[in-house]
């Protein structure tokens, strides 16, 4: 049996831009999920280990805030508005700028 490749055709617009844009944003805040819930399984385990310091799990961490800023700080890409938070329960404004501090003033330098 014969098959046909079908023809693939670039959508270029700014509407295909955007979902694209938009679309890589929502992997990395997947990415940063899936970083983090390994990581809090992997302290949770280390307690009873009495480990104090673990390079996978810095890792985890630096690589998890290094990718939610990439989604506040696009560059040439979307980026999200921290104003998201805005109407949240407790600080969250506070815990976005600290997260962003952490990778300008510690993590990228």
Not at 29 to 51: A, H, M, P, Q, R
Not at 80 to 86: E, M, Q
Request: aromatic content about 8%; overall charge positive; glycine content about 6%.
């Amino acid at each position: 049996m014969r098959t046909t490749k079908q023809p693939i055709k670039e959508l270029k617009s700014q509407k295909a831009n955007d979902l694209a844009a938009w679309h890589s944003v929502q992997g990395d805040l997947k990415k940063i999920i899936t970083w983090l819930s390994v990581l809090i399984d992997n302290l949770n385990s280390s307690k009873s280990e009495g480990k104090v310091h673990d390079p996978i799990n810095e890792s985890l961490w630096i690589a998890s805030v290094v990718f939610y800023a990439r989604c506040f700080h696009g560059g040439v890409r979307h980026s999200l508005d921290p104003a998201i938070f805005n109407g949240l329960k407790g600080d969250p404004q506070g815990a976005h700028q600290y997260y962003m501090d952490m990778r300008d003033k510690r993590i990228a330098h």
